[in-house]
């Protein structure tokens, strides 16, 4: 069990390790990775090749702007991939957004919202949940966490 993650530019590790530090939460192995996939694209294909081989199966990728690095990770392999489009600029980040999205037919790329790499990694630990049961006890373990933290917090005096 392990996912890789990858992104174009080391300025994008901020928002990128809210991915790995979701995954060190529910256990799961994971190698990162900054490879453009406009200026390195034989390396991307050689380390997306490496890390299927060492146990990878699922790939999250964040890129801005053009954000060809998803789809270039899946055209590479038939393992999901989970598009994060960043916010890289003049257009608040909305062309990241839509390259994510509107990947060709017959590759697809699934989308979490703009910078929410933490739901890449939620979403990673899901597919994961699959075939690894002890990722499934921890998911279900965690949202009814979630559940009573709100459940703790409800007032149904709230507006008085």
Known sequence: MKVTIFFGSKSDTQI??????????????YASYIIS???AGD????????????GTEVFIAG???SAALPGVVASHTVLPVI????DGG???GYD????????????????????NAANAAYLACEI??????????????????????IRADLDPQVLG
């Open 16 to 29: 990128m390790q809210k991915a790995a530090d979701v995954l060190k939460e529910f256990g799961v192995p």
């Open 37 to 39: 996939a406009h200026r």
């Open 43 to 54: 390396l991307l294909a050689e380390t997306i090749a490496k890390e299927e081989e060492a």
């Open 63 to 65: 890129a801005g702007l």
């Open 83 to 86: 598009g994060v489009p960043l």
């Open 90 to 92: 003049k257009v608040a």
């Open 96 to 115: 990241s957004l839509l390259s994510v999205v509107q990947m060709p037919k017959q590759i697809p790329v699934a989308a979490v919202g703009m910078d």
């Open 128 to 149: 994961l949940s699959i075939k690894y049961p002890e990722i499934k006890t921890k998911l279900v373990a965690f949202r009814k966490r979630l559940q009573d933290e």
